[in-house]
């Protein structure tokens, strides 16, 4: 069964980095589109950055120039570099895909659990 794994996150000072990754485990034909969303406390989820098949990036206006998202097609494993980091960024972030599974199959979305990202001094 596929899983998407996240790893990465974790306390961070003001203005430090983290890298979050999203593996997906299991035998996959491809991950089509990905996605990076947040939730923090007491506010509902959003989306802060995506990729598309054909790597077109998209951000979040408040993540935009801190936060690159990328990927390893041959790692099946999409990469969140957060730069820059600030206190309102600190949240529970998921990883979101959407696979296919073989070349005959549709595709499909996966959530990852989340990692929790902490930002503070």
């Known amino acids: 069964q596929v899983q998407l794994v996240e790893s990465g996150g974790g306390l961070a000072q003001p203005g430090g980095s983290l890298r979050l990754s999203c593996a997906a485990s299991g035998s996959i034909f491809r991950i089509n589109a990905a996605g990076w969303h947040r939730q923090a406390p007491g506010k509902e989820r959003e989306l802060v950055a995506a990729i598309t098949r054909d790597d077109t990036t998209t951000y979040e206006d408040s993540v935009k120039g801190r936060f690159t998202i990328s990927r390893d097609k041959a790692k099946n494993t999409v990469y969140l570099q957060m730069n820059s980091l600030k206190p309102e960024d600190t949240a529970v972030y998921y990883c979101?895909?959407?696979?296919?599974?073989?070349?005959?199959?549709?595709?499909?979305?996966?959530w990852g659990k989340g990692t929790l990202v902490t930002v503070s001094s």
């Open positions: 979101n895909a959407r696979i296919i599974l073989t070349p005959w199959s549709v595709e499909m979305a996966y």
